[in-house]
């Protein structure tokens, strides 16, 4: 490799040396977004924004699968909307950013910029439900919201960011905990098999629940530096809401109830998962289901073949675009090898070289970015042999990163053990908790650890890592972002 492509990778950080580092220069150098005039906001660029939109297309299809309908609500919620509901106000009051002016002329009240739609949506709930017939409400909302945070980090924290919230009702408590839950399968479904990412699924604790909530479930990840993400959080609401805003509907037996409600999200911090999960010093590895493109073709053009490897390579793209996401990169300005490197930072699941060699034995050069393999494929088994590459590649990804988890994941006796995991080898670490408050905060005060979950059907019997108490159950601590 020569001098120029061996400084094109050096903008890149490694991740021993500064992961945070590593993980500015990655988004900036694949022209994922850049920073925003505003602070804590950014400006999502057209790749990043591609990735965005492979994933909602993804998770939309299984979101109408599961027989919810997308709809639209205002932006600005008023604040007496916002303050009907007294805890959900307290979670969320230092991150509400409002609007006080409009024109010229001051605002008779306040309207808070959606940091989340409960407000909103139980209000109009509210007018819509009045029978058991109109029940269940099945609503999911693309949209972005505001949040204003002290410290930010472009996808995983920011002023504003994307998402989609859904907010269903219905008639009894068991239909909304079995919404909760399906919905909560439909983002591992999502996360695992189009994303590549594995996860723990799981049960907050009161203290990590969202606020306002029956009970909040969760599926969590695992980043390359140890750190725990959450990728999605889904919420049984009960009666809470339903009752602050008159959410009331007559059943069968002609009584006058409550209904049961859920919401659900997950938002543009999915990217910084993906880049975290998968990236390493090279760039992006995106997995091929959410990859902007597929398959690149770099021609390799001597200049006296140049017109011939240009008509083969377009004749190859136009076959090949019918099936795949492929970029046919034919600049002249760049070289192969600058291509090659700009490329493989971007993450493009496949490389595919075609030169005047090539031509000649009607071949092509098929380079795995994952792996860095390189296959010498006959043209008349291409297409069949990339419908295989990128199968291998979507499964290899998840299973390497499924081995990081699982070797990543310690079980911890008492406080030394489990401090001495966190601060030696981070990761997911399983220990026993009695469930109280005071024990939870004592080891995140302690270790700067939080239990991201509570696992389904967790193992019981051992003594709390915390104040000893017997027969806890088991839960996962991790420090996250």
Not at 175 to 203: Q, S
Not at 376 to 399: C, G, P
Request: with cysteine; glycine share 6%; proline share 4%.
């Amino acid at each position: 490799m020569s001098n120029g492509n061996e400084n094109f990778v050096r903008e890149i950080t490694p991740q021993s040396q500064d992961y945070s580092q590593w993980y500015l220069d990655v988004i900036k150098k694949a022209e994922l977004v850049d920073y925003a005039p505003v602070k804590g906001c950014m400006v999502i660029r057209p790749y990043g924004y591609a990735i965005w939109e492979n994933m909602k297309l993804g998770l939309d299809r299984r979101i109408k699968e599961t027989g919810h309908e997308n709809a639209y609500f205002p932006l600005f919620i008023p604040e007496s909307l916002l303050q009907k509901e007294a805890d959900h106000v307290e979670g969320f009051a230092p991150e509400v950013a409002w609007v006080t002016k409009g024109g010229q002329e001051e605002l008779s009240e306040k309207l808070a910029i959606r940091p989340t739609s409960e407000a909103m949506i139980g209000e109009m709930y509210s007018k819509w439900i009045q029978s058991w017939r109109d029940l269940p409400v099945l609503i999911n909302q693309w949209a972005n919201v505001v949040r204003w945070e002290k410290s930010t980090r472009p996808f995983l924290r920011t002023s504003e960011f994307l998402w989609q919230e859904g907010h269903t009702a219905h008639r009894t408590e068991e239909g909304a905990e079995e919404e909760t839950l399906k919905m909560l399968d439909v983002y591992r479904d999502f996360v695992e098999n189009d994303m590549a990412i594995p996860v723990l699924k799981g049960l907050k604790t009161e203290k990590e629940k969202f606020a306002g909530a029956l009970r909040t479930y969760c599926i969590e990840a695992l980043m390359s530096d140890g750190r725990a993400l959450q990728a999605g959080t889904s919420h049984n609401l009960g009666q809470h809401f339903a009752e602050v805003f008159d959410i009331t509907f007559l059943d069968q037996d002609d009584e006058r109830k409550y209904v049961w409600q859920t919401s659900w999200g997950v938002s543009t911090r999915l990217l910084g998962a993906l880049i975290m999960v998968h990236g390493d010093d090279r760039g992006l590895q995106i997995p091929p289901k959410v990859a902007p493109n597929q398959i690149v073709m770099v021609p390799i053009m001597p200049k006296n073949k140049q017109e011939l490897v240009k008509e083969e390579s377009q004749k190859l793209y136009d076959e090949l675009k019918k099936d795949f996401r492929v970029k046919l990169d034919d600049r002249e300005e760049q070289t192969p090898g600058w291509k090659f490197n700009e490329w493989e930072m971007r993450g493009v699941p496949i490389r595919l070289e075609i030169g005047p060699k090539d031509i000649e034995k009607e071949q092509v050069v098929l380079v795995r970015r994952d792996n860095g393999e390189k296959i010498f494929v006959k043209r008349d088994k291409l297409h069949d042999k990339l419908e295989e590459v990128l199968a291998d590649i979507q499964d290899s990804m998840y299973n390497r990163a499924k081995e990081y988890l699982e070797d990543n994941t310690r079980v911890a006796k008492d406080m030394d053990e489990l401090s001495s995991i966190i601060e030696e080898h981070k990761g997911m670490v399983k220990a026993h908790w009695c469930g109280s408050g005071n024990c939870e905060e004592h080891v995140k005060d302690e270790t700067k650890a939080t239990i991201r979950l509570i696992p389904f059907n967790p193992n019981t019997g051992e003594d709390c890592i915390s104040c000893g108490k017997g027969d806890s159950k088991e839960v996962v601590f991790a420090r996250a972002y």
